[in-house]
Nanobody, 121 residues
């Protein structure tokens, strides 16, 4: 069974850094766009960063200049380097990816289980 497995969340002081990673577990044919979302309590889940199969990246305005998304194409992983963290960055962070599990299969959207990031002031 194909899954996205996240790691790297935790508690950090404001101004600190964390790095989140997400890997694909199981056999797949190809990966399309990979994304990071976050959801704070009582708020909707919002996209934070995206990276295409060609390496093109986009960021939410609130994290531009502080967060960097990257991919390891050999390992089928996506990472999110988060610097200069603020208390308002506290949320559950979710990995999301469009995966093709076979050569004649359509791209399907998968979600990770989420990892908590807490930034203390």
């Amino acid at each position: 069974q194909v899954q996205l497995v996240e790691s790297g969340g935790g508690l950090v002081q404001a101004g600190g850094s964390l790095r989140l990673s997400c890997g694909v577990s199981g056999s797949i044919f190809s990966i399309g766009i990979m994304r990071w979302y976050r959801q704070a309590p009582g708020k909707q889940r919002d996209v934070v960063a995206t990276i295409t199969s060609g390496g093109f990246t986009t960021y939410a305005d609130s994290v531009k200049g502080r967060f960097t998304v990257s991919r390891d194409y050999a390992q089928n992983t996506v990472s999110l380097q988060m610097n200069s963290l603020k208390p308002e960055d506290s949320a559950v962070y979710y990995c999301n990816a469009d995966l093709r599990i076979g050569p004649y299969k359509p791209l399907e959207e998968y979600w990770g289980q989420g990892t908590q990031v807490t930034v203390s002031s």
